[in-house]
T-cell receptor
Framework: QKEVEQNSGPLSVPEGAIASLNCTYSDRVSQSFFWYRQYSGKSPELIMSIYSNGDKEDGRFTAQLNKASQYVSLLIRDSQPSDSATYLCAALVPPSNYQLIWGAGTKLIIKP | GAVVSQHPSRVICKSGTSVKIECRSLDFQATTMFWYRQFPKQSLMLMATSNEGSKATYEQGVEKDKFLINHASLTLSTLTVTSAHPEDSSFYIC????????????FGPGTRLTVT
C-alpha cells in the first residue's frame, strides 16, 4: 500500500528558529512531492512542490528531496508565529489520475 | 498561484434535504477536480475524482448515489449531498488540477456543512 508518513507532532519551535518538517514515502515510483499548509478551519494552501533530488528554495521555505532514502523535508527559516499551522506532505504516484497520497500532517507551533 | 472558489462557504440544512456545493477554477481550466471531506482534527479524505465530461471516480466506501458529482465544464464541478443526515456534517473541500506538468493541485476555501 502506498503511504506517506509524517510525525503528527505537535512540533514546537521558538520564534526566529528553523522549523524542520519531515515526510517519508513508501513507493519508489513517486515522482512529485508537495507541501501544503493548513490553518485551523481553513483549506490547504500549496507552499512548495519538488520533483528533483536536492534543495528548492522559495523565500523562507526550503524543500529537500532525497529519492534514494525516500524522504522529503520542509525547512522554515526565521519561523514566525503566523507559521503555526498543520503542514501536509503529499506525493503523486503514477498511474493515479493525478491523485495525491496524503500524509496525516504535522502540527507546527511557533512560540513567541 | 491559481484560484479556486467554492460556494457556499457555509451551509446549514435540515436532515433529509439535499445540498449542492459548487467549485470553480477562476483563472485556469481544470481538467481534473477532486472532492475531499475533512472531519475535525482529522486528515483529508479523498471522496472522488472528476474529469470534465466523464463520470466521477469514487473512492471505496463513498456512496455515489448519495454524493452526486458533476463536472460539466472545465471550470465548474458540483457536489450534491442528497438526503443529508447529521453524520454528513463535515468540511467539504474541492481541489483542481490544470493539467500542466507541475501536477499541482489548488484548493478551494471549503464548505462547512451542518445538518440538523
Amino acid at each position: 500500500q502506498k503511504e506517506v508518513e509524517q510525525n503528527s507532532g505537535p512540533l514546537s519551535v521558538p520564534e526566529g528558529a528553523i522549523a524542520s518538517l519531515n515526510c517519508t514515502y513508501s513507493d519508489r515510483v513517486s515522482q512529485s512531492f508537495f507541501w501544503y499548509r493548513q490553518y485551523s478551519g481553513k483549506s490547504p494552501e500549496l507552499i512548495m512542490s519538488i520533483y528533483s533530488n536536492g534543495d528548492k528554495e522559495d523565500g523562507r521555505f526550503t524543500a529537500q528531496l532525497n529519492k534514494a532514502s525516500q524522504y522529503v523535508s520542509l525547512l522554515i527559516r526565521d519561523s514566525q508565529p503566523s507559521d503555526s499551522a498543520t503542514y501536509l506532505c503529499a506525493a503523486l504516484v503514477p498511474p493515479s489520475n493525478y491523485q495525491l497520497i496524503w500524509g496525516a500532517g504535522t502540527k507546527l507551533i511557533i512560540k513567541p | 498561484g491559481a484560484v479556486v472558489s467554492q460556494h457556499p462557504s457555509r451551509v446549514i440544512c435540515k436532515s433529509g434535504t439535499s445540498v449542492k456545493i459548487e467549485c470553480r477554477s477562476l483563472d485556469f481550466q481544470a481538467t481534473t477536480m477532486f472532492w475531499y471531506r475533512q472531519f475535525p482534527k482529522q486528515s483529508l479524505m479523498l471522496m472522488a475524482t472528476s474529469n470534465e465530461g466523464s463520470k466521477a471516480t469514487y473512492e471505496q466506501g463513498v456512496e455515489k448515489d448519495k454524493f452526486l458529482i458533476n463536472h460539466a465544464s472545465l471550470t465548474l464541478s458540483t457536489l450534491t449531498v442528497t438526503s443529508a443526515h447529521p453524520e454528513d456534517s463535515s468540511f467539504y473541500i474541492c481541489s483542481a488540477y490544470s493539467g500542466g506538468l507541475s501536477y499541482e493541485q489548488y484548493f478551494g476555501p471549503g464548505t462547512r456543512l451542518t445538518v440538523t
